[in-house]
Structure formats: structure tokens, C-alpha cells
């Protein structure tokens, strides 16, 4: 049955039949037929059938509410006797949206130092596909914005504060200046993400506060393809300092804050909301906790002195 409700999960997320089999690692025939007797086995038809898979009857779309549940708690069981028999050990599969992937290194490097028979895989996905493959239990934790568009039910652990700058070459239009207004920064030679990325929708939802549009001549899904072409001087871009900071740029890169207004978004891990989480994913978040903690006391500090904390 286990195996079973995992082939539904899988062939809800992908809707496609030999793509789902692809992920499960089993021939289409074997998934359409597990299909069949899970279905015989209900008394319920789930999946609207053509030449093709048309998507989900009502009591297939209640099944997958039961499926997700039922295989997150059987995994979370195998898991922690796993713990029990060999301590905290495993693969940990996380989707981090394109501006945050740059800090990830700050929560995996002291978890595996905590940990190391943990591994591993970080992928760059959009904040939807965040939500989306942590709802379809095809990931353990997500990174994404925590405030600007619904999560859903999810656990949240706050990580940092996104402040968006102007990046730009030195030299070109506005490099000098202290700092620059969102209508400014709109009549630039601008490269941006993609519209399907959060941060996008974000600096679009601050343009048009500011009565302007973002105009930019190249987009792309990818950090490297915005810094790449801000190197070479004819092209600026908007992103978080601390992901510009990240990349080490060249002294003749200049980072300029944006106000009137200021923004500032908040970054941090989540994590199906669940009692009790897998072992992997209970230790994750304490970790990005302790780290979150460890930053709060760092800024209070650095406060306290006059010296802002940059995130």
C-alpha cells in the first residue's frame, strides 16, 4: 500500500504517466497497474483516464491529502529507527530560491560539521516549485521569502533580511552616488530575474509603488548570467547586497542602496508542517534556529555600537 500511495504522489506531481514511472524508478506498465489495484483496493476511481493523464477525480484529490500524510509519516517512522540503530545519518534534499542559494553554505557547512554522515543535494527552484515540491513530499526543506506571498501550512525558521542595491559597474550612470530612488534605477540598462522568480515580482511590486516599471533588456533564471553581464560594464542590475557580497566582486563594482522607500524582505527555511518531523528535518531546523539566534545577538551588538549589520 505504502508503495502504492508513493506511485500516486509522484504521478499527481508530475501528471504524466511515463514520468512518473521515470521517478519512480519502475516501468510504466508497473505504475499504471499499482494505480489500478490502489483504486480496486479504495473502491474509488482517482485518476481521469483518456490518451493521456486528464488529472484527478475529487476522491483522488482527498486520496493524495491521505497519501502525503500516510508516506510522511511512514517515512518519518523508518527514519528515526534508523536514528535509533546508526545516530543521525542520511540524504537531505533542499530547493532554494535563486538569491538565497549563495547563504545556504551557512546552514549545511556547521550542520554536516554536526553531522557527517549527512549529505546532501540543493537545488534552485522558484519560490512556487519550493511550496509545490515540499507539498509533494519530493523535497525535505525549502529556502524561500517567508513574507511577501502565502505559504501555505508550513514550519518556518527566519534566516535573514534581503536589502535591495543597486548593482553597477563603475563609471556608468548613478555609480557615484550614495545611494538611489526605485524610479532612478528604472531608466537604467537593467538585467533582472526571470517573472517567475519571487524576487522579480518583488522588485516589479516596488517599481510600481514608486509609479515606474521595470524595463530590463535581459532576464534570466540564473545569478551567474546577471553578475557576468554586470562585469561587463553595460548592464546594472537589483539584488540583495549580501548575495552581490557573496560573488566577491572587483572594486570597480559598486553597491548602491535603493530608498524612498527602503525594502526588505524576510528569507528563511521551511519545512512541511508536521508533529513530529523527520529526525533529518527536526535537526535542520534547530540548526537554522541556532543560526537565526546567533545572528539576532550578532546584530543587537553591532547596534548597540553603531555599526549596522549587514545581512
Not at 556608468?172 to 524576487?199: F, H
Request: hydrophobic share 40%; charged share 20%; aromatic share 6%.
Amino acid at each position: 500500500m505504502i508503495d502504492k500511495l508513493e506511485f500516486f504522489i509522484t504521478l499527481a506531481g508530475t501528471g504524466h504517466f511515463g514520468r512518473a514511472a521515470e521517478e519512480s524508478g519502475v516501468s510504466q506498465p508497473t505504475l499504471s497497474a499499482a494505480i489500478r489495484q490502489l483504486e480496486d483496493q479504495l473502491g474509488v476511481v482517482l485518476v481521469v483516464r483518456g490518451s493521456r493523464f486528464q488529472g484527478l477525480t475529487p476522491e483522488g484529490q482527498r486520496v493524495l491529502e491521505w497519501a502525503r500524510r500516510i508516506v510522511g509519516d511512514t517515512r518519518t517512522m523508518r527514519e528515526e529507527m534508523r536514528a535509533a540503530r546508526k545516530g543521525l545519518a542520511g540524504h537531505m534534499r533542499i530547493a532554494v530560491i535563486p538569491t538565497a542559494l549563495a547563504m545556504v553554505p551557512r546552514l549545511t557547512e556547521p550542520f554536516q560539521a554536526r553531522h557527517p554522515a549527512v549529505t546532501f543535494s540543493v537545488t534552485s527552484r522558484t519560490s512556487l516549485q519550493v511550496l509545490s515540491q515540499l507539498e509533494n513530499l519530493e523535497i525535505d526543506a525549502g529556502i524561500t521569502y517567508l513574507d511577501n506571498e502565502p505559504l501555505g501550512r508550513v514550519t518556518t525558521v527566519p534566516l535573514y533580511s534581503e536589502r535591495y542595491h543597486l548593482i553597477a559597474a563603475a563609471g556608468t550612470p548613478l555609480a557615484d552616488r550614495g545611494e538611489v530612488s526605485w524610479k532612478e534605477v528604472s531608466n537604467l540598462r537593467l538585467c533582472l530575474l526571470t517573472p517567475d522568480m519571487q524576487n522579480r515580482r518583488i522588485i516589479n511590486k516596488h517599481m510600481a509603488e514608486a509609479g515606474v516599471w521595470a524595463k530590463p533588456t535581459l532576464e534570466s533564471n540564473s545569478m551567474i548570467v546577471l553578475f557576468s553581464h554586470i562585469r561587463t560594464g553595460q548592464w546594472a542590475s537589483i539584488m540583495p547586497r549580501n548575495v552581490a557580497e557573496s560573488f566577491g566582486f572587483p572594486e570597480q563594482i559598486r553597491m548602491i542602496p535603493i530608498a524612498q522607500p527602503e525594502a526588505e524582505h524576510l528569507v528563511g527555511l521551511v519545512a512541511t508542517h508536521r508533529e513530529p518531523h523527520t529526525p533529518l528535518v527536526s535537526a535542520l531546523l534547530h540548526e537554522a534556529r541556532a543560526r537565526a539566534a546567533a545572528a539576532d545577538f550578532d546584530r543587537n551588538i553591532l547596534s548597540t555600537h553603531g555599526t549596522p549589520l549587514l545581512t
